[in-house]
């Protein structure tokens, strides 16, 4: 029982704490998550064989270990299940073991593997101590983070839904051009899906890339905001020279670089 309590406390440290192996480990698991997500890409594109599968149950075996250890530190766990990366880890695992003895596809639902990079084990908050430009532009690098993923989301799924599967990495280049030319709606109408669902997925693709597309303009062109808790109401975003807060008109005393007499 000891041993199991001195695990718990060693395992939850790794991805809650914050000590310089903690963050190293944690960073360490973007990495993964990086990598696992092209290797999906690639893989998709590939004819299935023995080593595909083999590399597909060992990436499939360090996934499990890893939600198996979050889920066992995490003090709400039914919240941790309802989340939606959650659920996408469980369709990524489930997608791998049972894909050898499906006679169909499925290897589109290693896409949803990509949400996980929305919410990687206290990502912001590591870079919010650790980086000072990242404090400086959060919103920005934010906003990017949620574009990026929608696009590598989105191609994959275009990739995996409406192009003929393992045909190569010409035919995923071709479904992020349809997926860039329609979010930006330009249209230039040489690569469009015909069906109705393709239809429907060119709408959807529409709508949702171009907020996104608005908030990250939005973010990267409107001057940049700094984090100070208003004592009264708590707003957190102000100007970097405000000297009230806007919501409640309390003054405010926010650190600035300049010069003293």
Not at 60 to 88: C, P
Not at 234 to 252: I, S, T
Request: glycine content about 6%; hydrophobic content about 50%.
């Amino acid at each position: 029982m000891r041993e199991r309590s001195r695990l718990f406390r060693r395992v939850r440290i790794l991805y809650r704490g914050r000590t310089e192996y903690a963050k190293r480990f944690r960073y360490g698991l973007i990495v993964f998550d990086v990598a696992s997500i092209l290797y999906f890409i690639i893989a998709a594109a590939l004819p299935y064989s023995g080593w595909v599968t083999a590399i597909n149950l060992g990436l499939g075996l360090v996934i499990l270990l890893d939600f198996l250890a979050r889920l066992w530190v995490d003090d709400n766990r039914r919240r941790m299940l309802l989340r939606i990366y959650t659920i996408a880890d469980i369709v990524v695992l489930l997608s791998l073991v049972v894909a050898p003895f499906l006679s169909h596809d499925i290897t589109f639902l290693r896409i949803l593997r990509g949400l996980r990079l929305l919410h990687s084990y206290h990502l912001i908050t590591d870079l919010r101590r650790d980086w000072k430009l990242f404090r400086q532009h959060e919103e920005t690098f934010v906003a990017g983070m949620h574009l990026f993923v929608f696009l590598f989301v989105t191609t994959s799924l275009a990739f995996a839904l409406f192009f003929p599967a393992h045909t190569g990495f010409a035919a995923y280049v071709d479904a992020l051009y349809f997926t860039v030319a329609t979010l930006t709606t330009t249209g230039f109408g040489d690569i469009t899906l015909h069906t109705t669902g393709g239809k429907l997925f060119s709408v959807a693709v529409m709508v949702v890339g171009v907020a996104l597309f608005v908030q990250f303009a939005r973010a990267l062109f409107q001057p940049p905001k700094v984090r100070y808790d208003c004592p009264t109401c708590g707003l957190n975003r102000h100007d970097p020279d405000a000297v009230h807060c806007k919501h409640c008109g309390e003054q405010l005393k926010i650190t600035t670089s300049g010069y003293r007499d």
